[in-house]
T-cell receptor, first 110, second 114 residues
Framework: DAMVIQNPRYQVTQFGKPVTLSCSQT?????MYWYQQKSSQAPKLLFH???????NEADTPDNFQSRRPNTSFCFLDIRSPGLGDAAMYLC?????????FGPGTRLTVL | AQSVTQLDSHVSVSEGTPVLLRCNYS??????LFWYVQHPNKGLQLLLK??????LVKGINGFEAEFKKSETSFHLTKPSAHMSDAAEYFC????????????FGAGTRLAVHP
């Protein structure tokens, strides 16, 4: 059974048009993460939630925001996508010693 | 600060031959180390993890890794490559904070040819 679910799997948006990516988890972990992974690169942590406490990485652009309405769900909002934001976005959750990743959402910006 | 260095960006092997993917780490204390695999357009899957128990760690799909403190290495091996092993492999260290931030190596692309 899927433990981390991301929707949609593929998202196409236009330059400057806001987009929201969704993630849900069935593991009931209190930490959730969002990563950005560009082609042929390692995943880069954007931010994470510890319960409702939001923790932004220092180099995450203001264009990226997140919401976590409850333990199971977490959203990534890109306010004004640019061409450079085209990437795979990975959601993860984890307890001590391991993170579980979703299948990712591939974002295309036209 | 913790970091990992994957020594090869690409590795190519023949099916049925051994696989060796090299990883060195830097950590100010006893680290937690992981290998993740990523098939094209998929999320990351945990292959194995080291968390200060046995130094030889066995993972899924026949992979294993040995933690060598004296060499600060955590190389991934498999005795016999299969075509389905072709993927990107990431060596990862946890920074040890309570929320388990992961620090990724640059990745090694494994190609397996017949």
């Amino acid at each position: 059974d899927a433990m981390v679910i991301q929707n949609p799997r593929y998202q196409v948006t236009q330059f400057g048009k806001p987009v929201t990516l969704s993630c849900s988890q069935t593991l009931n972990h209190n930490v959730m993460y969002w990563y950005q992974q560009k082609s042929s690169q390692a995943p880069k942590l954007l931010f994470h939630y510890y319960d409702k406490d939001f923790n932004n990485e220092a180099d995450t652009p203001d264009n990226f925001q997140s919401r976590r309405p409850n333990t199971s769900f977490c959203f990534l909002d890109i306010r004004s996508p640019g061409l450079g934001d085209a990437a795979m976005y990975l959601c993860a959750t984890g307890g001590p010693g391991e993170q579980f990743f979703g299948p990712g959402t591939r974002l295309t910006v036209l | 600060a913790q970091s990992v260095t994957q020594l090869d960006s690409h590795v190519s092997v023949s099916e049925g031959t051994p696989v060796l993917l090299r990883c060195n780490y830097s950590s100010s204390y006893s680290p937690s180390l992981f290998w993740y695999v990523q098939h094209p357009n998929k999320g990351l899957q945990l292959l194995l993890k080291y968390t200060s128990a046995a130094t030889l760690v066995k993972g899924i799909n026949g992979f294993e890794a040995e933690f060598k403190k004296s060499e600060t290495s955590f190389h991934l091996t498999k005795p016999s490559a299969h075509m389905s092993d072709a993927a990107e492999y990431f060596c990862v260290v946890s920074d040890g904070d309570g929320y388990n931030k992961l620090i990724f190596g640059a990745g090694t692309r494994l190609a397996v040819h017949p």
